[in-house]
């Protein structure tokens, strides 16, 4: 007989993976009660995911583990390059110094160090609960909340929340519990990881690239501190079998000088890449985040990139619906805007993906002829792709319900200075929305229930100043916000608690207007309008 718990958690995480765990750490810094089930006993001790970017980077930040993940991290310094069996670059790809979110613009990891950190941070979470070696076999629906059945060490459990959120895999059991259809692009190759630890301190340049030979292409990229990690390509005549064998990697290994006298192989494994999303990311109390959501190559590097963006996306909106200052409907844009996003991160994969997965040397020729013509851009050596923006959603419309150009888009982290301190902007504010202004003006058109509405959701107001800030105010960078919303005619911004840009206004009625499209986009109850947000109560047991 199963053991039930009168608990009812406002989020249960199925999966503890980076995804998982982000979700959990974002949900608990927030104060919501979470439970993260792992099947797992213990974490997965060896390399998987290697590679974050600048973005990525900021949702560290976010959640308050910035520093810990620098300090296991190797940022990148140089290109990512690609070229041909002769040498030749066919695409060089600038990683070097900080992108645009204050982060350097590609860093390199090895995923049990990552994962350390994260769980360690989730776990310190006074509202948190893990359970590893617990695995969900069961859910059943109800009007307030869901029931998972569980088993483990302890033997069969329930548990019960007001949202469950599937972060556990590719096969993923909160999938199958949803009634929703997935797009498959029919891209698959099999390739032979090996993760390694080289014996001598090297300097590798570049860092990472690609043989886009048809003999064999190959990856070589970093593995994080003190690791590489070489793919290899399955050719026709292998079976899966003889590629995954340890004499194997090291008949590979051996042209490019590692041999067990001088590298440690810490796993080989043989992954087959896809390309694919779910077409419903929700369905009622269920939610999919990870690879539970989406599949694709990791050419471009975006694999975990998209799940914690994922996890970003959901955690804001969960939080808002959990404390009642949001209607349960906003979750639904959870998957119209992340899966048009995540579409952009597939095609670029599949795209890198088409340009070394050729084995016909002929097609290879005249591939290489095309990109080096192109000077190895990457702007005209590749296919285009759909570009990074969110789908519709929490988002600005002009009155013919277009949008306005950068909406939708990732917005900038600079330095700022506020009350003698300078640091990235999100240091400074918290987490949560953050209305940009240029200078105090914009705000006077602003009434009681403007404020209110800011107040009620959380929003951090910055009033920007190109020379010195009066008190109170922020002292904008020299190539900061101001010039950037100035050579656009904005006198105001609101960014969302992900960094996506909500919309601009040109001037202060049009600044009202903006707040009035957030109070509709999210969809606040008439309730807690001009009050403080009051908890949103959850099912007790048997009202499932």
């Not at 440690?264 to 999919?288: G, P």
């Not at 003698?420 to 058109?445: C, N, V």
Request: hydrophobic share 40%; with cysteine; net charge negative.
């Amino acid at each position: 007989m199963s053991r039930a718990s009168s608990k009812v958690y406002d989020v249960a995480v199925v999966g503890f993976g980076p995804v998982g765990q982000m979700l959990t750490l974002l949900l608990g810094r927030a104060g919501h009660n979470v439970i993260a089930l792992e099947r797992w006993p213990s974490p997965y001790d060896l390399p998987r995911a290697v590679h974050f970017d600048h973005e990525i980077g900021r949702i560290f930040q976010a959640a308050g583990v910035g520093e810990e993940v620098r300090a296991v991290t190797d940022p990148v310094p140089d290109h990512y390059e690609w070229r041909n069996a002769a040498g030749e670059p066919l695409v060089r790809i600038d990683w070097s110094g900080d992108g645009p979110s204050g982060w350097p613009t590609a860093s390199f990891f090895s995923q049990p160090e990552l994962e350390a950190v994260l769980a360690r941070a989730a776990e310190n979470q006074e509202t948190v609960t893990v359970r590893r070696g617990c695995e969900v076999v069961g859910l059943v629906h109800g009007e307030n909340s869901v029931l998972l059945n569980t088993t483990g060490p302890e033997g069969p459990r329930t548990v019960r929340a007001g949202y469950v959120i599937g972060a556990d895999g590719a096969n993923s059991f909160v999938r199958s519990g949803m009634a929703t259809s997935v797009t498959d692009l029919g891209f698959f190759y099999d390739w032979l990881i090996v993760d390694t630890q080289p014996h001598e301190a090297a300097e590798w340049s570049p860092m990472n690239w690609q043989l886009c030979d048809p003999a064999r292409p190959t990856t070589i990229v970093s593995g994080g501190p003190g690791r590489r990690r070489w793919e290899f390509l399955r050719l026709p005549h292998e079976s899966i079998e003889e590629l995954n064998t340890l004499d194997t990697a090291w008949r590979l290994l051996e042209p490019w000088g590692r041999t067990p006298q001088n590298t440690t192989i810490e796993r080989h494994t043989v992954y087959t890449f896809q390309a694919r999303w779910v077409d419903r990311w929700r369905e009622d109390r269920l939610m999919l985040a990870g690879d539970a959501a989406h599949q694709m190559p990791p050419f471009a590097g975006q694999g975990m990139c998209s799940g914690l963006r994922d996890a970003m996306n959901l955690a804001w909106k969960l939080d808002l619906v959990l404390t009642g200052r949001a209607d349960d409907d906003l979750l639904d844009t959870y998957t119209s805007e992340r899966s048009a996003h995540v579409q952009h991160a597939i095609g670029m994969s599949m795209a890198l993906g088409q340009v070394i997965c050729v084995l016909d040397p002929d097609e290879a020729a005249a591939r290489d002829q095309r990109m080096i013509a192109a000077g190895a851009d990457p702007q005209h050596a590749l296919p285009p792709t759909p570009p990074p923006v969110l789908g519709d959603g929490v988002l600005q419309r002009a009155a013919d319900g277009t949008r306005a150009p950068g909406v939708g888009h990732l917005t900038p982290q600079y330095r700022v200075t506020h009350e003698g301190r300078t640091a990235l902007l999100d240091d400074l504010t918290g987490t949560g929305f953050t209305l940009l202004t240029d200078g105090t003006a914009p705000l006077e058109a602003l009434d009681s229930a403007d404020w209110d509405f800011l107040a009620a959701i959380g929003v951090s107001v910055v009033p920007l100043h190109a020379v010195s800030a009066p008190e109170g105010g922020y002292l904008d960078a020299p190539d900061g916000y101001l010039p950037h919303m100035r050579e656009h005619g904005h006198v105001a911004a609101i960014v969302r608690p992900d960094f996506y840009l909500f919309g601009a206004a040109t001037d202060g009625r049009g600044l009202k207007d903006l707040i009035g499209q957030l109070r509709e986009r999210v969809q606040q109850p008439a309730a807690t309008r001009g009050r403080a947000p009051v908890p949103k109560p959850l099912a007790a047991v048997g009202e499932a």
